[in-house]
């Protein structure tokens, strides 16, 4: 665990409902560790894809949304616990861009 980055633990949290999305931004206000920074803002774009899945529930394509995001959010998650910046292709990228409020 000595190679892990700085703020390992809330950047996995975050993954953890959006409950654990508020606590590691809250608790990564202080420290401002990147790792985390950068998971919570692709947590973000992930919650905001899980409300349109809601928006669109009246719709077929609302269950296809659904279940995208919940293997984007696997991924990430994934991802968190190995240690890599790195999430959904294209798609963070931007979500880093777009959510820089969340810095």
Same mark, same amino acid.
């Given at each position: 665990m000595s190679n892990a980055p700085l703020g390992k633990k809330y950047?996995?949290?975050?993954y953890l409902?959006?409950?654990?999305?508020?606590i590691a931004f809250f608790v990564n206000r202080e420290d401002k560790h990147?790792?985390?920074t950068w998971h919570v803002k692709n947590m973000f774009?992930?919650?905001?894809? %899980?409300? $349109?899945?809601?928006?669109? @529930?009246n719709y077929e394509?609302?269950?296809y949304v659904y279940w995208i995001t919940?293997?984007?959010w696997a991924y990430?998650? %994934?991802? $968190?616990?190995?240690?890599? @910046?790195?999430?959904i292709p294209f798609i963070s990228e931007k979500f880093q861009q777009w959510f820089t409020f969340l810095d």
């Open positions: 950047a996995v949290i975050a409902t959006f409950i654990g999305m508020l990147p790792f985390v774009g992930l919650v905001i894809f %899980l409300f $349109a899945s809601v928006a669109l @529930q394509m609302g269950i919940v293997v984007l990430s998650l %994934l991802m $968190a616990i190995t240690n890599q @910046q790195k999430g």
